[in-house]
Protein backbone atom coordinates (compact mmCIF):
# COMPACT_ATOMS: atom_id res chain seq x y z
CA UNK A 1 0.00 0.00 0.00
CA UNK A 2 1.23 3.34 -0.71
CA UNK A 3 2.47 5.60 2.17
CA UNK A 4 0.53 8.90 2.19
CA UNK A 5 3.41 11.55 4.17
CA UNK A 6 1.20 13.85 5.32
CA UNK A 7 1.87 15.81 9.01
CA UNK A 8 -0.07 13.83 12.02
CA UNK A 9 -2.72 16.32 12.57
CA UNK A 10 -4.39 15.66 8.94
CA UNK A 11 -8.14 15.36 10.27
CA UNK A 12 -8.44 12.28 8.72
CA UNK A 13 -8.92 8.72 10.91
CA UNK A 14 -6.80 5.84 9.56
CA UNK A 15 -9.74 3.99 8.14
CA UNK A 16 -10.64 6.92 6.26
CA UNK A 17 -7.41 7.49 4.70
CA UNK A 18 -6.77 3.39 3.51
CA UNK A 19 -10.76 3.84 1.77
CA UNK A 20 -8.84 7.00 0.19
CA UNK A 21 -5.56 4.50 -1.07
CA UNK A 22 -7.78 1.91 -2.33
CA UNK A 23 -9.02 4.26 -5.08
CA UNK A 24 -5.32 5.71 -6.42
CA UNK A 25 -5.99 4.10 -9.40
CA UNK A 26 -9.66 5.49 -9.61
CA UNK A 27 -9.65 9.31 -9.80
CA UNK A 28 -12.70 9.89 -10.93
CA UNK A 29 -13.74 7.91 -7.56
CA UNK A 30 -10.52 9.00 -5.54
CA UNK A 31 -11.46 12.61 -5.24
CA UNK A 32 -15.02 12.84 -4.52
CA UNK A 33 -14.51 10.55 -2.00
CA UNK A 34 -12.17 12.91 -0.49
CA UNK A 35 -14.11 15.70 -0.45
CA UNK A 36 -16.69 14.12 0.64
CA UNK A 37 -14.53 13.22 4.06
CA UNK A 38 -13.24 16.89 3.54
CA UNK A 39 -16.93 18.19 3.87
CA UNK A 40 -17.46 16.20 6.92
CA UNK A 41 -14.89 18.55 9.29
CA UNK A 42 -15.33 21.94 8.32
CA UNK A 43 -18.59 24.29 7.94
CA UNK A 44 -18.25 25.26 4.30
CA UNK A 45 -21.02 25.30 1.74
CA UNK A 46 -18.68 23.99 -0.96
CA UNK A 47 -14.89 22.81 -1.95
CA UNK A 48 -13.73 22.09 -4.88
CA UNK A 49 -10.02 20.30 -6.03
CA UNK A 50 -9.30 22.17 -9.54
CA UNK A 51 -5.75 20.73 -11.29
CA UNK A 52 -3.83 23.11 -13.30
CA UNK A 53 -3.52 22.48 -17.29
CA UNK A 54 -1.50 25.30 -19.04
CA UNK A 55 -3.90 28.59 -18.43
CA UNK A 56 -6.76 27.11 -16.65
CA UNK A 57 -8.29 25.19 -13.70
CA UNK A 58 -9.97 22.09 -14.04
CA UNK A 59 -12.62 20.90 -11.24
CA UNK A 60 -11.24 17.23 -10.35
CA UNK A 61 -14.14 17.04 -8.28
CA UNK A 62 -16.43 19.53 -6.59
CA UNK A 63 -18.87 19.58 -3.62
CA UNK A 64 -21.89 21.55 -2.75
CA UNK A 65 -21.74 23.19 -6.52
CA UNK A 66 -23.90 22.67 -9.12
CA UNK A 67 -23.03 19.89 -11.52
CA UNK A 68 -21.95 22.27 -14.61
CA UNK A 69 -19.14 23.25 -12.17
CA UNK A 70 -17.47 20.17 -13.22
CA UNK A 71 -17.34 20.76 -17.35
CA UNK A 72 -16.15 24.98 -16.77
CA UNK A 73 -12.68 25.10 -17.56
CA UNK A 74 -11.37 28.77 -15.32
CA UNK A 75 -9.35 30.54 -17.02
CA UNK A 76 -6.36 32.34 -14.81
CA UNK A 77 -6.89 35.67 -16.62
CA UNK A 78 -10.41 35.65 -15.99
CA UNK A 79 -10.68 34.47 -12.44
CA UNK A 80 -8.36 36.57 -10.58
CA UNK A 81 -9.02 34.80 -7.03
CA UNK A 82 -8.25 31.69 -8.74
CA UNK A 83 -5.05 32.82 -9.96
CA UNK A 84 -4.15 34.70 -6.73
CA UNK A 85 -4.53 31.61 -4.69
CA UNK A 86 -2.15 29.78 -7.31
CA UNK A 87 0.49 32.34 -7.11
CA UNK A 88 0.38 32.68 -3.40
CA UNK A 89 3.40 31.87 -1.17
CA UNK A 90 1.12 31.60 1.35
CA UNK A 91 -0.47 27.83 2.88
CA UNK A 92 -3.65 29.96 2.60
CA UNK A 93 -5.36 32.77 1.09
CA UNK A 94 -8.47 34.47 2.42
CA UNK A 95 -10.64 37.48 0.69
CA UNK A 96 -12.34 39.59 2.72
CA UNK A 97 -15.98 39.16 2.65
CA UNK A 98 -16.08 42.79 0.90
CA UNK A 99 -13.72 41.63 -1.69
CA UNK A 100 -14.34 42.80 -5.02
CA UNK A 101 -12.71 40.37 -7.23
CA UNK A 102 -15.22 38.40 -8.63
CA UNK A 103 -16.20 34.52 -7.05
CA UNK A 104 -15.65 31.99 -9.67
CA UNK A 105 -18.87 30.26 -7.67
CA UNK A 106 -21.04 32.89 -7.36
CA UNK A 107 -24.29 31.53 -7.40
CA UNK A 108 -23.17 28.08 -8.12
CA UNK A 109 -24.36 26.76 -4.61
CA UNK A 110 -27.67 25.29 -4.64
CA UNK A 111 -28.49 25.63 -1.35
CA UNK A 112 -27.81 29.34 -1.62
CA UNK A 113 -30.08 30.01 -4.73
CA UNK A 114 -31.53 33.34 -2.99
CA UNK A 115 -27.79 34.29 -2.17
CA UNK A 116 -25.98 34.63 -5.48
CA UNK A 117 -22.13 35.77 -3.73
CA UNK A 118 -20.59 33.84 -1.73
CA UNK A 119 -19.04 35.80 1.19
CA UNK A 120 -16.60 33.38 2.79
CA UNK A 121 -13.56 32.09 0.25
CA UNK A 122 -10.35 30.41 1.18
CA UNK A 123 -8.23 28.92 -1.04
CA UNK A 124 -5.10 26.86 -0.67
CA UNK A 125 -1.97 26.26 -3.51
CA UNK A 126 -1.37 22.23 -4.00
CA UNK A 127 2.14 22.18 -4.20
CA UNK A 128 4.75 18.95 -4.54
CA UNK A 129 6.24 17.68 -1.91
CA UNK A 130 9.44 19.23 -1.58
CA UNK A 131 8.37 22.81 -3.15
CA UNK A 132 8.01 23.98 -7.09
CA UNK A 133 5.18 25.54 -8.72
CA UNK A 134 1.82 24.52 -7.60
CA UNK A 135 -0.19 22.13 -9.80
CA UNK A 136 -3.52 23.05 -8.66
CA UNK A 137 -5.99 24.43 -6.00
CA UNK A 138 -8.21 23.66 -3.72
CA UNK A 139 -10.52 25.83 -2.66
CA UNK A 140 -13.00 26.74 0.27
CA UNK A 141 -16.42 28.80 0.60
CA UNK A 142 -18.95 29.55 2.44
CA UNK A 143 -22.07 32.05 2.07
CA UNK A 144 -21.88 33.51 5.22
CA UNK A 145 -18.92 36.32 6.33
CA UNK A 146 -16.61 34.50 9.21
CA UNK A 147 -18.35 30.91 8.65
CA UNK A 148 -14.64 29.16 8.13
CA UNK A 149 -13.11 31.38 11.16
CA UNK A 150 -11.09 28.97 13.01
CA UNK A 151 -10.43 25.89 10.68
CA UNK A 152 -7.20 26.75 9.00
CA UNK A 153 -4.72 24.07 10.17
CA UNK A 154 -7.79 21.66 8.90
CA UNK A 155 -7.72 23.39 5.59
CA UNK A 156 -3.85 23.75 5.21
CA UNK A 157 -3.84 19.75 6.76
CA UNK A 158 -6.32 19.07 3.50
CA UNK A 159 -4.53 20.68 1.31
CA UNK A 160 -1.38 18.44 2.09
CA UNK A 161 -3.16 15.70 2.06
CA UNK A 162 -4.69 16.35 -1.19
CA UNK A 163 -1.24 16.68 -2.79
CA UNK A 164 0.30 13.45 -1.24
CA UNK A 165 -3.19 11.79 -2.50
CA UNK A 166 -2.26 13.01 -6.02
CA UNK A 167 1.90 12.01 -5.41
CA UNK A 168 0.89 8.74 -4.53
CA UNK A 169 -1.75 8.22 -7.43
CA UNK A 170 1.01 9.57 -9.91
CA UNK A 171 3.48 6.97 -9.08
CA UNK A 172 1.14 4.23 -9.02
CA UNK A 173 0.42 5.04 -12.46
CA UNK A 174 3.68 6.31 -13.64
CA UNK A 175 6.27 5.87 -11.12
CA UNK A 176 9.07 8.45 -12.90
CA UNK A 177 6.09 11.21 -14.02
CA UNK A 178 5.78 13.81 -11.50
CA UNK A 179 1.57 15.69 -11.19
CA UNK A 180 -0.18 16.37 -14.34
CA UNK A 181 0.19 20.38 -13.88
CA UNK A 182 1.69 23.75 -14.13
CA UNK A 183 4.22 23.74 -17.19
CA UNK A 184 2.87 20.43 -18.97
CA UNK A 185 -0.44 20.07 -20.47
CA UNK A 186 -2.55 17.06 -20.05
CA UNK A 187 -3.55 17.10 -23.66
CA UNK A 188 -1.82 18.99 -26.48
CA UNK A 189 -4.83 20.81 -28.69
CA UNK A 190 -5.21 23.68 -30.92
CA UNK A 191 -7.90 25.05 -28.64
CA UNK A 192 -7.64 24.56 -25.09
CA UNK A 193 -11.54 25.26 -25.10
CA UNK A 194 -11.57 21.60 -27.58
CA UNK A 195 -12.32 18.21 -25.40
CA UNK A 196 -14.21 15.55 -24.69
CA UNK A 197 -16.10 15.88 -21.32
CA UNK A 198 -17.58 13.50 -19.32
CA UNK A 199 -17.01 10.78 -17.28
CA UNK A 200 -20.55 8.49 -17.99
CA UNK A 201 -19.73 4.75 -17.91
CA UNK A 202 -20.06 5.11 -21.49
CA UNK A 203 -17.58 8.27 -21.98
CA UNK A 204 -15.14 6.13 -19.53
CA UNK A 205 -15.25 3.40 -21.61
CA UNK A 206 -14.69 5.33 -25.05
CA UNK A 207 -11.92 7.04 -23.50
CA UNK A 208 -10.32 3.84 -22.86
CA UNK A 209 -10.30 2.67 -26.13
CA UNK A 210 -9.24 5.59 -27.52
CA UNK A 211 -6.00 6.00 -25.24
CA UNK A 212 -5.20 1.95 -26.05
CA UNK A 213 -5.46 2.79 -29.64
CA UNK A 214 -3.51 6.27 -29.87
CA UNK A 215 -0.23 5.14 -29.95
CA UNK A 216 -0.80 2.35 -32.91
CA UNK A 217 -0.68 3.17 -36.72
CA UNK A 218 -4.38 1.23 -37.04
CA UNK A 219 -7.31 2.90 -38.96
CA UNK A 220 -9.82 3.92 -36.90
CA UNK A 221 -13.21 4.35 -37.95
CA UNK A 222 -15.22 7.24 -35.88
CA UNK A 223 -18.85 6.35 -35.74
CA UNK A 224 -21.66 8.30 -34.18
CA UNK A 225 -24.46 10.86 -34.64
CA UNK A 226 -24.25 14.28 -35.99
CA UNK A 227 -22.85 16.37 -32.99
CA UNK A 228 -21.86 13.72 -30.73
CA UNK A 229 -17.83 14.92 -30.93
CA UNK A 230 -16.09 12.80 -33.73
CA UNK A 231 -13.57 15.43 -34.37
CA UNK A 232 -12.84 15.30 -30.92
CA UNK A 233 -12.21 12.04 -31.05
CA UNK A 234 -10.36 12.57 -33.91
CA UNK A 235 -7.87 15.20 -32.04
CA UNK A 236 -7.18 13.16 -28.92
CA UNK A 237 -6.32 10.51 -30.59
CA UNK A 238 -3.64 12.12 -33.30
CA UNK A 239 -2.54 14.22 -29.72
CA UNK A 240 -1.99 10.85 -27.45
CA UNK A 241 -0.44 9.16 -30.72
CA UNK A 242 3.36 8.85 -31.58
CA UNK A 243 2.22 11.20 -34.13
CA UNK A 244 1.03 14.12 -31.89
CA UNK A 245 4.34 16.49 -33.34
CA UNK A 246 3.24 16.14 -37.42
CA UNK A 247 0.24 17.63 -38.61
CA UNK A 248 -3.59 16.28 -38.36
CA UNK A 249 -5.08 17.65 -41.44
CA UNK A 250 -8.62 17.79 -41.48
CA UNK A 251 -10.83 16.50 -44.65
CA UNK A 252 -14.53 17.42 -44.77
CA UNK A 253 -15.13 14.91 -47.23
CA UNK A 254 -19.08 16.50 -47.53
CA UNK A 255 -17.60 19.63 -48.23
CA UNK A 256 -15.75 18.81 -51.58
CA UNK A 257 -17.40 18.82 -55.43
CA UNK A 258 -17.33 15.65 -56.85
CA UNK A 259 -15.23 17.13 -59.65
CA UNK A 260 -12.31 17.91 -57.51
CA UNK A 261 -12.27 15.82 -54.78
CA UNK A 262 -9.46 13.21 -56.26
CA UNK A 263 -7.29 16.51 -56.74
CA UNK A 264 -7.97 17.47 -53.19
CA UNK A 265 -6.86 14.04 -51.56
CA UNK A 266 -3.94 12.91 -53.74
CA UNK A 267 -2.85 16.35 -55.66
CA UNK A 268 -2.58 17.07 -59.19
CA UNK A 269 0.11 18.09 -61.85
CA UNK A 270 0.28 21.31 -63.60
CA UNK A 271 -2.12 20.82 -66.98
CA UNK A 272 -3.61 18.23 -65.51
CA UNK A 273 -7.07 19.75 -66.17
CA UNK A 274 -8.29 23.44 -66.63
CA UNK A 275 -6.80 25.74 -64.31
CA UNK A 276 -4.26 23.64 -62.97
CA UNK A 277 -1.45 26.08 -63.63
CA UNK A 278 0.69 24.46 -61.14
CA UNK A 279 1.65 21.38 -59.36
CA UNK A 280 -0.19 20.81 -55.93
CA UNK A 281 0.17 19.11 -53.38
CA UNK A 282 -3.25 16.78 -52.01
CA UNK A 283 -4.14 16.48 -48.55
CA UNK A 284 -2.33 12.68 -47.95
CA UNK A 285 1.38 14.60 -48.92
CA UNK A 286 0.01 17.02 -46.64
CA UNK A 287 -0.46 14.82 -43.73
CA UNK A 288 3.01 13.36 -44.33
CA UNK A 289 4.25 11.94 -40.90
CA UNK A 290 1.09 12.50 -39.24
CA UNK A 291 -2.70 12.10 -39.41
CA UNK A 292 -5.38 12.34 -42.14
CA UNK A 293 -8.79 13.11 -40.69
CA UNK A 294 -11.38 12.02 -43.23
CA UNK A 295 -14.63 13.49 -42.03
CA UNK A 296 -17.87 12.26 -43.10
CA UNK A 297 -16.04 9.96 -45.40
CA UNK A 298 -19.43 8.38 -46.13
CA UNK A 299 -20.46 11.37 -48.81
CA UNK A 300 -17.25 9.98 -51.01
CA UNK A 301 -17.97 9.28 -54.59
CA UNK A 302 -17.64 5.31 -55.77
CA UNK A 303 -14.70 6.41 -58.00
CA UNK A 304 -12.62 8.16 -55.32
CA UNK A 305 -13.27 5.50 -53.16
CA UNK A 306 -11.58 3.08 -55.42
CA UNK A 307 -8.60 4.63 -55.68
CA UNK A 308 -8.81 5.00 -51.88
CA UNK A 309 -7.71 1.39 -51.62
CA UNK A 310 -3.93 1.39 -52.37
CA UNK A 311 -3.31 4.56 -50.22
CA UNK A 312 -4.83 2.86 -47.05
CA UNK A 313 -3.32 -0.49 -48.04
CA UNK A 314 0.03 0.66 -48.43
CA UNK A 315 0.60 4.51 -48.46
CA UNK A 316 1.04 4.81 -52.15
CA UNK A 317 -0.77 7.67 -54.11
CA UNK A 318 -0.56 9.13 -57.76
CA UNK A 319 -1.58 13.07 -58.26
CA UNK A 320 -4.21 13.55 -60.82
CA UNK A 321 -1.99 14.09 -64.43
CA UNK A 322 0.82 11.97 -62.94
CA UNK A 323 2.42 8.39 -63.80
CA UNK A 324 4.53 8.35 -60.81
CA UNK A 325 2.97 7.12 -57.91
CA UNK A 326 4.39 8.34 -54.54
CA UNK A 327 5.20 6.50 -51.02
CA UNK A 328 3.40 8.91 -48.01
CA UNK A 329 3.41 7.72 -43.91
CA UNK A 330 0.25 8.57 -42.72
CA UNK A 331 -1.81 7.49 -40.67
CA UNK A 332 -5.75 7.36 -41.89
CA UNK A 333 -8.78 8.54 -38.66
CA UNK A 334 -12.42 8.35 -40.58
CA UNK A 335 -15.92 9.79 -39.04
CA UNK A 336 -19.48 9.45 -40.24
CA UNK A 337 -22.72 9.15 -39.02
CA UNK A 338 -23.84 7.09 -41.52
CA UNK A 339 -24.46 3.44 -41.35
CA UNK A 340 -21.96 1.90 -43.51
CA UNK A 341 -22.50 -1.67 -42.85
CA UNK A 342 -25.71 -0.82 -44.95
CA UNK A 343 -24.42 1.78 -47.44
CA UNK A 344 -22.28 -1.40 -48.61
CA UNK A 345 -24.91 -3.62 -48.46
CA UNK A 346 -27.21 -1.20 -50.82
CA UNK A 347 -24.06 -0.68 -53.41
CA UNK A 348 -23.51 2.70 -52.12
CA UNK A 349 -20.35 2.59 -50.75
CA UNK A 350 -17.33 0.22 -51.25
CA UNK A 351 -16.96 -3.05 -49.35
CA UNK A 352 -13.11 -3.51 -49.69
CA UNK A 353 -12.98 0.43 -48.64
CA UNK A 354 -14.82 0.13 -45.81
CA UNK A 355 -12.82 -3.26 -44.36
CA UNK A 356 -9.95 -1.12 -44.67
CA UNK A 357 -11.30 1.93 -42.84
CA UNK A 358 -12.68 -0.34 -39.99
CA UNK A 359 -9.91 -2.10 -38.51
CA UNK A 360 -11.17 -0.05 -35.14
CA UNK A 361 -14.18 1.20 -34.76
CA UNK A 362 -15.00 3.60 -31.94
CA UNK A 363 -18.50 4.64 -31.76
CA UNK A 364 -19.30 7.76 -29.55
CA UNK A 365 -22.46 7.93 -27.78
CA UNK A 366 -25.26 10.12 -28.23
CA UNK A 367 -25.41 12.66 -25.37
CA UNK A 368 -29.12 11.13 -24.56
CA UNK A 369 -27.09 7.99 -23.27
CA UNK A 370 -25.09 9.72 -21.41
CA UNK A 371 -26.72 10.80 -17.84
CA UNK A 372 -25.99 13.63 -16.27
CA UNK A 373 -23.19 15.19 -18.80
CA UNK A 374 -25.63 17.13 -20.10
CA UNK A 375 -24.95 19.04 -16.98
CA UNK A 376 -21.60 18.96 -17.06
CA UNK A 377 -21.12 20.08 -20.92
CA UNK A 378 -23.50 22.99 -20.16
CA UNK A 379 -20.76 24.21 -17.37
CA UNK A 380 -18.16 24.41 -20.59
CA UNK A 381 -19.75 26.00 -22.48
CA UNK A 382 -21.98 28.80 -20.20
CA UNK A 383 -18.22 29.74 -18.87
CA UNK A 384 -17.14 30.34 -22.16
CA UNK A 385 -20.72 32.49 -22.64
CA UNK A 386 -19.82 34.18 -19.56
CA UNK A 387 -16.13 35.38 -20.59
CA UNK A 388 -18.14 36.30 -24.25
CA UNK A 389 -20.59 38.61 -22.59
CA UNK A 390 -18.20 40.11 -19.71
CA UNK A 391 -20.25 38.76 -16.91
CA UNK A 392 -19.60 38.18 -13.12
CA UNK A 393 -21.03 34.34 -13.91
CA UNK A 394 -23.50 32.35 -15.74
CA UNK A 395 -26.24 29.95 -13.91
CA UNK A 396 -28.70 27.60 -14.91
CA UNK A 397 -32.35 27.52 -12.87
CA UNK A 398 -33.24 24.51 -11.19
CA UNK A 399 -36.39 23.91 -14.15
CA UNK A 400 -33.39 24.59 -16.97
CA UNK A 401 -31.53 21.92 -15.32
CA UNK A 402 -34.69 19.85 -15.51
CA UNK A 403 -35.09 20.74 -19.25
CA UNK A 404 -31.63 19.71 -19.93
CA UNK A 405 -32.06 16.76 -18.85
CA UNK A 406 -35.34 15.29 -20.52
CA UNK A 407 -34.45 16.90 -23.58
CA UNK A 408 -33.53 14.32 -26.02
CA UNK A 409 -31.03 16.33 -28.00
CA UNK A 410 -31.30 15.09 -31.58
CA UNK A 411 -28.00 17.45 -32.27
CA UNK A 412 -26.38 15.78 -29.16
CA UNK A 413 -23.28 18.05 -28.55
CA UNK A 414 -23.35 21.18 -30.87
CA UNK A 415 -27.24 21.29 -30.14
CA UNK A 416 -26.19 21.93 -26.79
CA UNK A 417 -23.61 24.45 -27.58
CA UNK A 418 -26.08 26.42 -29.47
CA UNK A 419 -28.73 25.80 -26.71
CA UNK A 420 -26.95 27.75 -23.99
CA UNK A 421 -25.76 30.17 -26.45
CA UNK A 422 -28.23 31.45 -27.79
CA UNK A 423 -30.22 31.36 -24.12
CA UNK A 424 -27.48 33.71 -22.46
CA UNK A 425 -28.24 36.04 -25.28
CA UNK A 426 -31.93 35.75 -24.96
CA UNK A 427 -31.80 36.08 -20.69
CA UNK A 428 -29.08 38.64 -21.04
CA UNK A 429 -31.62 41.06 -23.68
CA UNK A 430 -34.73 39.93 -21.77
CA UNK A 431 -33.29 41.01 -18.24
CA UNK A 432 -30.70 42.43 -16.22
CA UNK A 433 -28.13 40.25 -14.11
CA UNK A 434 -28.79 40.27 -10.55
CA UNK A 435 -25.36 41.44 -9.30
CA UNK A 436 -23.59 40.35 -12.48
CA UNK A 437 -24.81 36.92 -12.03
CA UNK A 438 -27.42 35.85 -15.13
CA UNK A 439 -29.86 33.19 -14.30
CA UNK A 440 -30.92 31.33 -17.55
CA UNK A 441 -34.11 29.46 -17.55
CA UNK A 442 -35.81 26.80 -19.29
CA UNK A 443 -37.95 29.68 -21.49
CA UNK A 444 -34.60 30.77 -22.43
CA UNK A 445 -33.59 27.66 -23.66
CA UNK A 446 -36.05 27.04 -26.01
CA UNK A 447 -35.74 23.54 -26.42
CA UNK A 448 -39.16 21.98 -27.88
CA UNK A 449 -39.16 18.30 -28.39
CA UNK A 450 -40.40 17.28 -31.73
CA UNK A 451 -42.77 15.62 -30.95
CA UNK A 452 -44.52 18.89 -29.48
CA UNK A 453 -44.06 20.68 -32.70
CA UNK A 454 -44.87 18.43 -35.21
CA UNK A 455 -48.58 18.77 -36.99
CA UNK A 456 -51.03 15.94 -36.36
CA UNK A 457 -51.05 12.96 -38.00
CA UNK A 458 -53.09 12.91 -41.66
CA UNK A 459 -54.50 9.95 -43.01
CA UNK A 460 -55.28 11.50 -46.91
CA UNK A 461 -52.67 13.53 -48.55
CA UNK A 462 -53.15 17.44 -49.03
CA UNK A 463 -53.98 18.79 -52.45
CA UNK A 464 -50.52 19.97 -52.77
CA UNK A 465 -49.30 16.44 -52.28
CA UNK A 466 -50.61 15.30 -55.73
CA UNK A 467 -50.00 16.47 -59.28
CA UNK A 468 -52.72 17.19 -61.15
CA UNK A 469 -54.73 14.61 -62.61
CA UNK A 470 -54.66 15.65 -66.35
CA UNK A 471 -50.89 15.55 -66.27
CA UNK A 472 -48.95 12.42 -68.34
CA UNK A 473 -47.64 9.86 -65.97
CA UNK A 474 -43.57 11.02 -67.22
CA UNK A 475 -44.75 14.77 -65.97
CA UNK A 476 -46.52 13.85 -63.01
CA UNK A 477 -43.59 11.77 -61.80
CA UNK A 478 -41.11 14.31 -62.67
CA UNK A 479 -43.04 16.82 -60.56
CA UNK A 480 -43.31 14.64 -57.87
CA UNK A 481 -39.32 14.12 -58.19
CA UNK A 482 -38.84 17.89 -57.93
CA UNK A 483 -40.73 18.65 -54.99
CA UNK A 484 -39.29 15.62 -52.99
CA UNK A 485 -35.93 16.89 -53.79
CA UNK A 486 -36.97 20.67 -52.78
CA UNK A 487 -38.48 19.32 -49.30
CA UNK A 488 -35.79 17.24 -48.36
CA UNK A 489 -33.37 20.09 -49.05
CA UNK A 490 -35.22 22.55 -46.70
CA UNK A 491 -35.06 19.67 -44.02
CA UNK A 492 -31.54 19.85 -44.33
CA UNK A 493 -30.81 23.44 -44.84
CA UNK A 494 -29.68 23.25 -48.29
CA UNK A 495 -27.48 20.84 -47.71
CA UNK A 496 -27.74 18.51 -50.85
CA UNK A 497 -25.01 15.70 -49.59
CA UNK A 498 -27.89 14.81 -46.20
CA UNK A 499 -30.60 15.62 -49.00
CA UNK A 500 -29.37 12.61 -51.45
CA UNK A 501 -28.54 10.59 -48.16
CA UNK A 502 -32.23 11.30 -46.86
CA UNK A 503 -33.65 10.08 -50.40
CA UNK A 504 -31.59 6.79 -51.06
CA UNK A 505 -29.51 8.23 -53.60
CA UNK A 506 -25.69 8.81 -54.01
CA UNK A 507 -25.08 12.90 -53.97
CA UNK A 508 -23.73 12.65 -57.54
CA UNK A 509 -26.86 11.00 -58.64
CA UNK A 510 -29.11 13.79 -57.13
CA UNK A 511 -26.92 16.60 -58.61
CA UNK A 512 -27.65 15.16 -62.14
CA UNK A 513 -31.48 14.22 -61.46
CA UNK A 514 -32.09 17.30 -60.04
CA UNK A 515 -30.14 19.26 -63.45
CA UNK A 516 -32.34 17.09 -65.47
CA UNK A 517 -35.18 18.12 -64.04
CA UNK A 518 -34.16 21.84 -63.98
CA UNK A 519 -33.56 22.64 -60.50
CA UNK A 520 -30.50 24.86 -59.45
CA UNK A 521 -27.54 23.33 -57.61
CA UNK A 522 -25.40 26.17 -57.23
Not at 45 to 59: E, F, H, K, S, T
Request: charged share 30%; with cysteine; proline share 7%.
Amino acid sequence: MDNVDVVSTHPFAADAVADLLERLDQPDRLWPLFLDQATRRLPCDACAVLRLDGDRLIPMATRGLSPDTLGRRFRLDDHPRLRAILESAEALTRFPADCPLPDPYDGLIPDGRDRLHVHDCVGAPLRRVGGGPAWGVMTFDALHPGQLDGFAPTMIALARLATALAEAAQRRAAPTAPIRGGEERFDERPDPALELVGDSPVMAALLRDIDAVADSDLVVLVLGETGVGKELVARRLHARSRRAQGPLVHVNCAALPDTLVESELFGHVRGAFSGAVADRRGKFELADGGTLFLDEVGELPLAVQAKMLRALQNGEIQRVGSDRHLTVNVRVIAATNRDLTREVAEGRFRADVYHRLSVYPLRVPPLRQRGHEALRLAGLFLERNRARLGLRNIRLSADAERRLLSYPWPGNVRELEHAIGRGAIRARVARAADGGVLTLTAADLGLTDAEETAPPPTTTPSPAASPPDDLPLRDAVEDLQRRMIRDHLARHDGNWAKAARSLGLDRSNLFRLAGRLGLRTE
